[in-house]
Nanobody, 130 residues
Framework: QVQLVESGGGSVETGGSLRLSCAASGYAYNCIGWFRQAPDKMREGIAAIYPDESAEYYRDSVRGRFTIAQDNAKSMVYLEMIGLRPEDTAMYYC?????????????????????????WGQGTLVTVSS
């Protein structure tokens, strides 16, 4: 069941920036993750936020360049991306759940267990040209 809506994707040149948004209506999710899937590759988890403990997780390949944040109403989650590279080209998805612990949340994203959460979106495309 699709309950999240991503937006903000687009085409930029290497070194450019984008901010992706994930609108989560209906519930206050306590675990929100961003995943991405490049052409001919498996979907991978790249960032997650656990708002109740103000905790964030980042995959090594994006740490220092991407920042995940949530608004106070807990209805929007953002992925701020700077220093974009051609290898960041992918469809970006957010997935969320209300129930996992912090450890379960971050492990699910770190292990790229897409589909494990109970809400997800249709994705937004990011293209980075060299």
């Amino acid at each position: 069941q699709v309950q999240l809506v991503e937006s903000g994707g687009g085409s930029v040149e290497t070194g450019g920036s984008l901010r992706l948004s994930c609108a989560a209506s209906g519930y206050a999710y306590n675990c929100i993750g961003w995943f991405r899937q490049a052409p001919d590759k498996m979907r991978e988890g790249i960032a997650a936020i656990y708002p109740d403990e103000s905790a964030e997780y980042y995959r090594d390949s994006v740490r220092g360049r991407f920042t995940i944040a949530q608004d106070n109403a807990k209805s929007m989650v953002y992925l701020e991306m700077i220093g974009l590279r051609p290898e960041d080209t992918a469809m970006y998805y957010c997935e969320a759940d209300r129930d996992p612990s912090l450890g379960e949340c971050f492990t699910t994203v770190a292990e790229s267990r897409t589909g494990a959460f109970n809400a997800w979106g249709q994705g937004t495309l990011v293209t980075v040209s060299s």
